[in-house]
């Protein structure tokens, strides 16, 4: 079981907005840059968010992330078929002294 | 960037298998790596970390002990040697770069910006 926690599944229609959250810890989310990737069907993960809210470029800008305190939450705006994929967070953890992930959500668009 | 991992394959357990990834495109050893596994039907896993230049390495307790990271920096490789191969450690095995974050060497605490395509590991019987 992952020391930081996402939903497993999460849904929405096309168009509308999704958040995902992450919860952790101090040592972990409460300390460290959070970044969010995302994982299509059959493919390595993707950066989609780095540093609690930046974005790489060629990210749309319908992704947006946040983070307060030990929490954090991915937001999808106009969400696409495109999008239906799995999302991680991740951050470092001081105390295990390693990267730890959440344990994924499933994202499907209906 | 480009990472490009090599050495999966099938297994036995309480073998050993050594992976490694070429790394293109970048300055190897300006950044910390990493790998990251991913079993079937589960989520991500970090296996394992070393920072860019002085090579510190960082481990999950799932691997601690039974697998040594390191990194050459003239061949811009890295590698992944496991031991005491488990059932568990079936997983495809991605080789990642880890976000630059450089004082007197360049860590992996910020986490990672690239991946690699990932090489699969089998431990069965």
């Known amino acids: 079981q992952s020391v930081v926690t996402q939903p497993p599944s999460a849904s929405g229609t096309p168009g509308q907005r999704v958040t995902i959250s992450c919860s952790g810890s101090?040592?972990?989310?409460?300390?460290?840059?959070v970044n969010w990737y995302q994982q299509l069907p059959g493919t390595a993960p993707t950066l989609l968010f780095y540093g609690d809210n930046q974005h790489p470029s060629g990210v749309p800008d319908r992704f947006s992330g946040s983070k307060s305190g030990t929490s954090a939450s991915l937001a999808i705006s106009g969400l696409q078929s495109e999008d239906e994929a799995d999302y991680y967070c991740a951050a470092w953890d001081d105390s295990l002294n390693g990267l730890v992930f959440g344990g994924g959500t499933k994202l499907t668009v209906l | 960037v480009e990472l490009v991992e090599s050495g999966g394959g099938p297994v036995q357990p309480g073998g050993s298998l050594r992976l490694s990834c070429t790394a293109s495109g970048f300055t190897f050893n300006n950044y910390a790596m990493s790998w990251v596994r991913h079993a079937p039907g589960k989520g991500l896993e970090w296996v394992s970390a070393i920072s860019g230049s002085r090579g510190n390495t960082y481990y999950a307790d799932s691997v601690k002990g039974r697998f040594t990271l390191s990194r050459d920096n003239l061949k811009n490789t890295l590698y992944l040697q496991m031991h005491s191969l488990r059932a568990a450690d079936t997983a495809v095995y991605y080789c990642a770069r880890g976000i630059r974050s450089c004082g007197t060497d360049c860590y992996p605490h910020v986490g990672i910006d690239y991946w690699g395509q990932g090489t699969l590991v089998t431990v069965s019987s």
């Open positions: 101090i040592s972990n989310i409460g300390s460290n840059a």
